[in-house]
């Protein structure tokens, strides 16, 4: 057994924040751990490799999906958690979302002002003309064709040279997830990082740790102990050692209201050769989430997860894929709301899982950012695009008048089409007391003093898409309580044998 | 099966199926006994279903009617019925595309050094934007 003032479970948006937050507490010579399931991402990718990086980087190996198998579910397993393959859009919170959640003592002001100050602190910027591939520059375009209004989107990147794989792991460490920015910073004041480490349940004041082929440990099980547990797993994982922990009999909420944002790729093909697989892949977007639901992003992907984004199969899928160099791609995000159905759960063998429904209204939002997207690809000049909720998903010029018919929420079949979310939330949310929510508003587990939430199941409803400033925000404020409250909680500690 | 839903795998040789049924059976260890279950319940359900949808067992289908019977099950209102068509195809596109070398083939050759890597040079020289007349920034 071995004891620690704080141990922090997970090391992304949410842990990673925590942990630099709780430098001073380190420099102090309080024992501070960060507990990550992943190994260290390195910048071991001279060659990036679409099979490698998903075994390595994600949660189950790349392929974890909801519950019933109809919407991949995207989420890093390593050092920086998604933080670290994500493509760095740094987007605002808004203050009046965040109020509209109506959790006391959770001002929305709050949030924007850290979530601004940490976007100084890292640097992040827009980027300059001069470095938008052509898969932007047509959006861009084409989005002015079709009437909307394009906005340029600030990005968390150092030093990108546009090797455009940032969701394989950026082989210029460019893209600035906590990885990067503030697990060293922690690591400098002292406090210990151990990777390959999974905690497997949790008990008043105590975690079981597995730690795996190892980055500093011994392989097997670690008891730990600490008067503060900080859980920051990632809104499933979280959820699930909650679940697993026995918490839901006294917090009956827990594991509702999952949101994750669902999305569609739409892909266009131009009649010539375009950059695409080079440079930043997403500077752009067209917010469409007050009005309709969505929103619109240039985004591009490797060869198989292209393969796999695509609806349908045979010749025509293949054809698609031959024109590789010549196609734009557009994602469709709905911005999904916290529904009571959509849940965390625990499958037989105990492991966390998404039961997830699409709601009429996520429905309708994809099939009219599906609309959108073709509009906007052939406006930027494709003489074919490839629509999920169209069948057959190919359409030509020819069909530009009747995109409102051929692209049909009847046609928007879950398991026919190919969904995929990378922004799983909500499952453990901050709320007034224990029967409507898990948390306070300082990730306090409603009658668990020890034990803190501080990452994206906190989300009482969807912040917005691109949630990691707001996880980032949020979890600052969870360090701050961890900060204040621990003499107390310490001096309340059971003595470690 | 993987012909219907992958086209290019009818050009796989002897070695390079072997290759593909490698990638294949690595991943689906890999996947969640559930996932699994529900491929194998599919893929022996396959056979009655051809029966019912076009009157004969899949197998002895030409390529293009087994096309037909998967999209008739894609559009299927039993939800598992369309589950089972995307996994198989997408299981097929992992084993197809996933071969060393099919990456190239198609066209992706990533390279860390970005804008200063191996893109033909009339590809990368970005050019100023022709752009939105008054930039819009996301706060
Ligand atoms: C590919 C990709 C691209 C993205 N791009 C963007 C973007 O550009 N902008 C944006 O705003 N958002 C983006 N997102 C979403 C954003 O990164 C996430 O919403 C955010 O990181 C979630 O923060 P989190 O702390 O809840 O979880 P995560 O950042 O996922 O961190 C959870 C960590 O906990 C670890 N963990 C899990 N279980 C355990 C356990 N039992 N024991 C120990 N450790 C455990 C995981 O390995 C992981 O490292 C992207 C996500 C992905 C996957």
Redesign the interface.
């Known amino acids: 057994m071995s004891a620690w003032d704080v141990i922090v479970i997970g090391s992304g948006a949410g842990g990673g924040t925590v942990a630099a937050a709780l430098a001073p507490l380190a420099e102090a010579g309080r024992r501070v751990l960060v507990v990550e399931r992943g190994p260290r991402l390195g910048v071991a990718h001279a060659r990036p490799d679409e099979l490698a990086s998903a075994d390595a980087f994600y949660a189950g190996a790349g392929a974890a999906f909801t519950e019933d198998g109809t919407i991949a579910l995207a989420t890093g397993q390593v050092l920086g958690g998604s933080t670290a393959l994500s493509t760095g859009v740094a987007v605002g919170p808004s203050g009046a979302v965040i109020d509209g959640w109506r959790v006391p003592g959770l001002p929305g002001a709050d949030i924007e002002a850290r979530a601004a100050a940490m976007v100084r602190d890292a640097g992040a910027a827009y980027p300059h003309d001069a470095t938008l591939n052509e898969n932007n520059r047509l959006f861009e375009e084409g989005a002015l064709r079709a009437g909307f209004s394009p906005e340029r989107m600030r990005l968390l990147v150092r030093g990108c040279r546009g090797a455009g794989v940032c969701h394989l792991g950026c082989p210029n460490d460019a893209v600035l997830g906590t990885h990067a920015l503030q697990l060293p910073r922690a690591a400098a004041a002292g406090v210990r990082i151990v990777t390959r480490a999974r905690a497997v349940a949790i008990a008043p004041q105590q975690v079981v740790v597995r730690v795996t082929a190892d980055e500093g440990w011994p392989a097997g099980d670690h008891v730990l102990t600490a008067p503060c547990i900080v859980l920051a797993a990632g809104a499933i994982e979280t959820t699930g050692l909650l679940l697993r922990g026995g918490f839901g009999g006294a917090l009956p909420r827990l594991g509702r209201g999952v949101t994750c944002h669902p999305a569609h790729v739409v892909v266009a093909e131009h009649p010539r050769a375009i950059t695409n697989a080079v440079g930043h892949p997403t500077a752009y977007r067209v917010d469409r989430t007050t009005e309709d639901g969505y929103v619109l992003e240039p985004c591009f992907s490797s060869p198989l997860v292209t393969a796999r984004n695509l609806t349908g199969f045979g010749p025509e899928h293949a054809q698609v894929l031959a024109a590789y160099p010549r196609l734009q791609m557009l994602r469709v995000t709905a911005r999904d709301r916290a529904a009571d159905g959509n849940r965390v759960v625990l499958d037989r063998d105990g492991e966390a899982i998404v039961r997830y429904r699409l709601a009429p209204s996520v429905r309708d939002a994809l099939v009219a950012g599906q609309r959108a997207a073709a509009r906007v690809a052939f406006g930027a000049g494709a003489v074919r695009v490839h629509v999920p909720a169209a069948d057959p998903p190919r359409l030509d010029r020819h069909d530009m008048d009747a995109l409102d018919r051929r692209i049909s929420a009847a046609l928007e079949l879950p398991g026919r089409v190919s969904l995929s979310a990378t922004q799983p939330l909500g499952g453990a949310a901050m709320s007034r007391g224990p029967r409507d929510g898990v948390t306070d508003a300082h990730g306090r587990v409603h009658g668990a003093p020890w034990l803190r939430i501080a990452d994206g199941s906190l989300c009482p409803d969807s912040p917005g898409v691109h949630p990691v400033l707001t996880i980032m925000a949020l979890a600052e404020r969870v360090a701050d309580a961890v900060r204040d409250d621990l003499p107390a909680l310490a001096g309340a500690a059971p003595a470690v044998a | 099966m993987a012909t219907?839903?992958?086209?290019?795998a009818s050009a796989l040789d002897e070695a390079a199926w072997q290759e593909a049924e490698r990638?294949a059976g690595t991943?689906l260890a890999?996947?969640?006994?559930?996932?699994v279950g529900?491929l194998r319940w599919f893929l022996a359900a396959l056979p009655w279903l051809s029966l019912l949808v076009a009157g004969r067992p899949f197998g002895r289908l030409s390529l293009a009617r087994r096309?037909e019977v998967?999209?008739r099950l894609?559009?299927s209102p039993v939800?598992?019925?369309?589950?089972g068509?995307?996994?198989l195809?997408?299981l097929?596109?992992?084993a197809v595309?996933?071969r060393p070398g099919?990456?190239e083939m198609?066209?992706?050759s990533?390279?860390?050094?970005?804008?200063?890597?191996h893109?033909p040079a009339d590809?990368?020289r970005?050019t100023?934007?022709?752009?939105?007349p008054a930039?819009?920034?996301?706060?």
């Not at chain 2, 219907?4 to 290019?8: G, L, N, Q």
């Not at chain 2, 890999?30 to 996932?35: G, L, W």
């Not at chain 2, 939800?79 to 589950?83: D, E, I, Y």
């Not at chain 2, 990533?110 to 890597?117: A, C, H, K, L, N």
């Open positions: 219907a839903c992958c086209p290019p990638i991943a890999k996947r969640p006994a559930r996932v529900h096309v998967l999209r894609e559009r939800a598992a019925l369309r589950r068509v995307w996994g195809r997408t097929a596109f992992l595309y996933g099919m990456r198609l066209g992706w990533p390279d860390p050094g970005g804008w200063s890597g893109v590809l990368v970005p100023p934007s022709r752009g939105t930039l819009r920034l996301v706060p």
